[in-house]
């Protein structure tokens, strides 16, 4: 069975920085899309960033210019690196990947089939 491994969160106070890493087991994904989503408390899952195979990349506008998601394939992990960190920021943090083969990085929950369990992230003001 696949597995998608998070790590990485914590607590951090605003302004600060986070870097997530999600890893995966008994497959590689160099050939498809991964990305990251969040949920806060009481919401919905929401989109985070993409990153295709290539290293094409799609973020959230909440997320522009603070966070940076990569990809190593050799390691068979995908990142988050979350900068300038908000209160709004907190959330489980969820790493997902999607089955097929495709050079896209999707924004959207049902493109992808495999999901981590999740990390905390905790922005204290």
């Known amino acids: 069975q696949v597995e998608l491994v998070e790590s990485g969160g914590g607590l951090v106070q605003a302004g600060g920085s986070l870097r997530l890493s999600c890893t995966a087991s008994k497959r590689t994904f160099s050939t498809s899309p991964m990305g990251w989503f969040r949920q806060a408390p009481g919401k919905e899952r929401l989109f985070v960033a993409s990153?295709?195979?290539?290293?094409?990349?799609t973020y959230a506008d909440s997320v522009k210019g603070r966070f940076t998601i990569s990809r190593d394939h050799a390691k068979k992990t995908m990142y988050l690196q979350m900068n300038s960190l908000k209160v709004d920021d907190t959330a489980v943090y969820y790493c997902a990947a999607d089955r097929e083969s495709n050079d896209h990085a999707p924004t959207i929950a049902g493109a992808y089939d495999y999901w981590g369990q999740g990390t905390q992230v905790t922005v204290s003001s």
């Open positions: 990153i295709s195979w290539s290293g094409m990349t």
